[in-house]
């Protein structure tokens, strides 16, 4: 049997690992350490959602750190178990003792677990599946279970902090002179200087109170997001594929916005053709807004052209008839200036329903199609 490592071997050991560096040596400094070193986590064991800052302090209720956010811890009942191994003197230093305090034989090692009643308590989803079980023992989880410890918070006091309680359901002070720690992973207490009781108060830990992670650990993230990517984006132009391999979109135009919400993206495409129908009776100056322009006059009309520099290229409009008397009312459409429609300064429509579409070239000039 071990005769159990020195004080100076086992800080060597903690100390080195934290700096990065394997212990090798008592006479080596951590500088003159040559192997690398470093603290091995598995990802089912870290907390990848965020947690509130300031929990709330209803049993059994989870809470998160943002409205409308995933809920990622829970206030719970633990039940403190006696670890029968950890049991000696503490006031022998020859069996592992010596603490700050005088003490009696007994139990030292503590572990925690769910309450039987948990699983019809709980407000947790996945009560009763994996590690979220009635008497779920924490050290035995893995990680899938854990207290959620006091660094997680800056409040003071900190509600992360667990609390101890005795069989008369009186909190044992986490300054109280049996010295105790706990371990929020292994979910374990240690009790340095055992005392049965003090002043007629039980000292013996038998339940605790603290909040467990109930979000995503980072495993169950990490496949959240392979499988909400799906599969590779395939960009078309009329059925030609661009890419399939899309790493960004760049929405273009003036008729196009872009706006997010979180992670859902809003793609707004503004209607290009106006469908809009300007009635005509005597003779106008158009406006490049003017889609249709339906005529009906009591006598020949004129309609004058705005320059063809105000209309966007390839914007188009229709004149027409619509009272089918151009053949005695003539409709005649001129431009401005030294512009032209085909080539000439004006056109006529003189027959009856007559229609004609012209678009502009977005500078100085129109042509009919």
């Not at 705005?306 to 409709?331: H, L, M, R, W």
Request: glycine share 8%; proline share 4%; hydrophobic share 35%.
């Amino acid at each position: 049997m071990s005769t159990r490592k020195s004080n100076l071997t086992l800080t060597n050991i903690a100390a080195k690992k934290l700096l990065g560096k394997a212990h090798t040596s008592n006479i080596k400094d951590v500088n003159n350490e040559s192997y690398p070193s470093n603290v091995t986590v598995a990802s089912e064991g870290v907390f990848s959602e965020a947690l509130p800052n300031s929990p709330g302090t209803e049993f059994y209720t989870m809470y998160s750190a943002s409205a409308g956010g995933p809920f990622t811890v829970e206030k719970v009942d633990l039940k403190v178990v006696v670890i029968s191994a950890s049991e000696y003197d503490a006031s022998d230093e020859a069996n592992g003792g010596k603490g700050d305090e005088s003490s009696d034989s007994g139990p030292h090692g503590y572990y925690m677990q769910l309450p039987s009643f948990y699983e019809t308590t709980s407000s947790n989803p996945n009560r009763g599946t994996g590690s979220f079980i009635n008497n779920s023992i924490i050290y035995n989880s893995r990680g899938g279970l854990q207290i959620v410890p006091p660094f997680m918070s800056t409040e003071n006091p900190n509600k992360y902090q667990l609390k101890l309680w005795n069989a008369a359901n009186q909190e044992i002070s986490f300054t109280d002179n049996i010295d105790w720690t706990v371990d929020y992973y292994a979910g374990t207490i240690f009790v340095q200087d055992y005392t049965a009781s003090t002043s007629g108060i039980s000292k013996v830990p038998v339940s605790a109170s603290a909040y467990i992670y109930v979000g995503k650990y980072l495993n169950e993230k990490l496949t959240t997001i392979s499988s909400s990517a799906g599969n590779d984006i395939i960009v078309k132009d009329e059925g030609s594929t661009i890419t399939s391999a899309v790493t960004s979109f760049n929405f273009v135009g003036s008729s196009v916005t872009a706006g997010a919400v979180g992670n859902n993206v809003t793609v707004t495409i503004a209607d290009s053709i106006a469908y809009s129908r300007r009635a005509v009776a005597t003779t106008i100056t158009s406006s490049i807004n003017d889609a249709i322009l339906g005529v009906s006059g009591n006598a020949a009309i004129n309609i004058r052209l705005p320059s063809a520099g105000g209309y966007t290229a390839g914007q188009y409009f229709t004149v027409k008839d619509e009272s089918g008397a151009a053949d005695t009312k003539n409709i005649t459409i001129l431009t401005s200036g030294s512009q032209t429609i085909d080539g000439a300064s004006s056109i006529i429509l003189e027959s009856p329903y007559a229609a004609v579409n012209i678009y502009s070239n977005g500078t100085d000039k129109f042509f009919i199609y």
